[in-house]
């Protein structure tokens, strides 16, 4: 289950255009029927991004149809549940630290993680746990500290530190880098934090999707804003994260962010994702 899955289930137009309609933008399965060379009767496929669970029925589901182009062979060394797990917001997660870990290394410094709690922030910790970063997480919960810090954060920020509207152009320099999935006051503040060549990407909006900000980040620090767009990536790329995520990537940290629901408790976690209030990955069970 993801943030867009909530929104679609609620009547947002914005990622749902005519309803009734089946949200669920992320699918493991085994194919019973095809007509596609590419893939055969009983093999294992993900499905995510496209038009899955926006305006094409998705995962919530027992069958669901789709263009043969959306799927991605399973893995190997990948189970369905721990795709699932990763789900779009692993993928993304992996976008963003391969985007992120070719210009800036463990070496270089700490890169701070915001919205950590939630589903792109818990696995992107735990990804640069792996590769050897310093993490520092940001987060509204407090009473999450103890599971940011077993997922890999080496430190925790109060998210109020970094809601305040500062003027300045630029603040201390703290960062090597940044993965952010909720924009607004938040990324401003970060952005203007980050180290000379620093690196932030960007995914969500989750706080706002506006930003104020002047030009001397990059014109004065040299650093990088990267935008992460999980939908559209291209399939080759796609591959090369599930395959990292499945292999060099995998960390047993993946399953302590999963919880497992079944479609009728879908409605309460829906609420407390829009909320905010949902923590981890959240993986529905078709029985
Ligand atoms: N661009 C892409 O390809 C792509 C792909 C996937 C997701 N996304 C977007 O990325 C964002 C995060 O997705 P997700 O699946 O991780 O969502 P999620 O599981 O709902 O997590 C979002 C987290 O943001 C924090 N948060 C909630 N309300 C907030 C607020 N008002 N201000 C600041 N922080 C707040 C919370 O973490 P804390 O309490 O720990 O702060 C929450 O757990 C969403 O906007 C989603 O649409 C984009």
């Known amino acids: 289950m993801n943030y867009k899955d909530a929104l679609s289930a609620s009547g947002n137009k914005g990622v749902t ?13 085994v194919i019973v029927t095809s007509n596609s060379a590419k893939f055969k009767v009983d093999e294992k496929v993900i499905v995510t991004s496209y038009d899955l669970g926006m305006n094409t029925n998705g995962g919530f589901a027992e069958y669901i149809k789709v263009p043969a182009d959306w799927a991605v062979q399973l893995p190997e060394n990948l189970s369905m549940k721990e795709a699932m797990i990763i789900g779009t917001a692993g993928l993304t997660a992996g976008m963003s630290v391969y985007r992120l870990s070719e210009m800036v290394k463990p070496a270089d410094g700490t890169i701070v993680v915001s919205g950590a709690s939630g589903g792109v922030g818990s696995l992107s910790i735990a990804i640069l746990k792996k590769l050897g970063y310093q993490v520092a997480a940001i987060t509204g919960k407090e009473s999450e ?45 970060i952005i203007k934090s980050v180290l000379p060549m620093g690196v932030i990407t960007c995914c969500g909006n989750v706080a706002s999707p506006k930003l ?8 004065l620090r040299g650093i990088a804003l990267i935008g992460i767009d999980s939908q559209n990536y291209p399939m080759s790329y796609r591959e090369q994260v599930w395959n990292k995520l499945a292999k060099e990537w995998k ?28 923590k981890g990955r959240t993986v529905v069970k078709i029985q």
């Open 17 to 29: 255009r005519n309803y009734p309609h089946m949200p669920g933008i992320d699918v493991v399965g």
């Open 212 to 219: 104020d900000l002047t030009v001397f980040p990059f014109i």
């Open 251 to 278: 960390t047993d940290a993946f399953a302590a962010t999963c919880n497992e629901v079944t479609l009728n408790e879908l409605n309460e976690k829906i609420k407390l994702m829009l909320e905010g209030k949902l």
């Open 145 to 189: 500290t103890d599971y940011l810090k077993r997922l890999g954060a080496d430190s925790i920020i109060a998210r109020k530190d970094f809601e305040e509207l500062d003027k300045k152009p630029l603040l201390k320099p703290s960062f090597a880098g940044a993965i952010d999935t909720v924009g607004g006051v938040i990324l401003e503040n």
